[in-house]
């Protein structure tokens, strides 16, 4: 049994219900938030808790401007401190060709996917600065590190969730808090069924394939939690400013080498130039 406590965003549904019952069983007290509290109260009843271990349910519409501060006043009667914040909530939005699109829609995507967690990071940081410290992990998606046509409002505003997560590592660096975005991988969420519910000529034959395949094989959401776990524990703790894939990047042996992660631009967002790639015309 422990006395740690993470916050979950996202918690009604897909991976956040998965990472709820995973932090449950390790035995912390849970923060658990939704837009749709009768959902919430439903997955949560799911959970099973230890005699003596908490949970608090908070509903909160992250379109609604200073979200947060209602939010944190219950977090507050609570609990004193928060261990790790899993900023997990985010929504696809509008899937097709950017000039096709309502630009009030595209919007509200980064007002969820970005602003929110952004916002939540502010106040969560407070509640971290005992000397534990604490850990902040962002849900990086797809198109954060490579172009993803038609998907312009998710991928922008992952990619900038991700170049925040850098930033605020090293910022927090001495104040024990480490800061990483997760990238878990396409998983059979209903975030994906939104991809096939889709017309092929939004979204694109490729991107249409990769979630049929997705719904075809096993995902296991084990490796996500696990590497969340580790990211909070002494060993991992000192990782910090990365976005990492839970699928395929061997996260388990970084601590091996950890002087030379930290110390270089690997699993970082960055330009590539042409010297990187053995062009010689394009630099001076």
Known sequence: MTNKVCMITGASRGLGKFLSSFFAKLGFNLILVSSDLDS???????????????????E????????????????????????????????????????ALKFQDWERVFRVNFIAPAAICHKVINLMKSENGGTIINLSGGGSAGVRPNFSAYASSKTALVRFTETIAHELKSKNINVNAIAPGAMPTDMLREVLAASEKNTGVEERNKAEKVF??????NDIGELCLFLNESIGHEITGKLISAKWDNWKNWIENLEELNSSDVYTLRRISGRDRDITWGDK
Request: charged content about 25%.
């Open 40 to 58: 919430l109260r439903e997955a949560s009843g799911e959970i099973k808790l230890s005699s003596g271990q908490k949970i608090l349910l908070v």
């Open 60 to 99: 909160a519409d992250f379109l609604n401007n200073s979200f947060e501060v209602e939010m944190f006043n219950k977090i507050k009667n609570f609990c004193d401190s928060i261990d790790i914040l899993i900023n997990n909530a985010a929504v696809q939005g509008p899937i097709g060709a950017f000039e």
């Open 216 to 221: 075809e094989s096993d995902f296991d959401m």
